[in-house]
Nanobody, 125 residues
Framework: QVRLVESGGGSVQAGGSLRLSCAAS????????MAWFRQAPGKEREFVAA????????NYGDSVKGRFVISRDNTESSVYLQMYILKPEDTAVYYC??????????????????WGQGTQVTVSS
């Protein structure tokens, strides 16, 4: 069982930046595709960004392209989400996810078997 623990959430003003981190418990982390999703109150969970096992392939949701950057450090079994130019509509609980099915940067929730508990990001205008 893979355990994922997110950190780095918080409150920030519009235009600011935050960096989320996700630490994985498994030593075989470096074979997993990883992703970030988010869920705002009353909305469905939304794809944010994904990265392949080797960090070569990345994908981003349309609403965050050009503002967010996903990266990973397999030596630390960690994945990161650097968020720039934050907007109030970025306010959500952000979840880290790991795929045991593919090492690619999959964008669909169905590829991800393991999820963290989430970290709150609040952007004020």
């Amino acid at each position: 069982q893979v355990r994922l623990v997110e950190s780095g959430g918080g409150s920030v003003q519009a235009g600011g930046s935050l960096r989320l981190s996700c630490a994985a418990s498994e030593r075989i982390f470096d074979s997993y595709g990883m992703a970030w999703f988010r869920q705002a109150p009353g909305k469905e969970r939304e794809f944010v960004a994904a990265i392949s096992w080797d960090g070569v392939e990345t994908n981003y949701g349309d609403s965050v392209k050009g503002r967010f950057v996903i990266s990973r450090d397999n030596t630390e079994s960690s994945v990161y989400l650097q968020m720039y130019i934050l907007k109030p509509e970025d306010t959500a609980v952000y979840y880290c996810a790991a795929s045991a099915y593919t090492g690619t940067a999959a964008t669909s929730r169905g590829f991800y078997a393991y999820w963290g508990q989430g970290t709150q990001v609040t952007v004020s205008s």
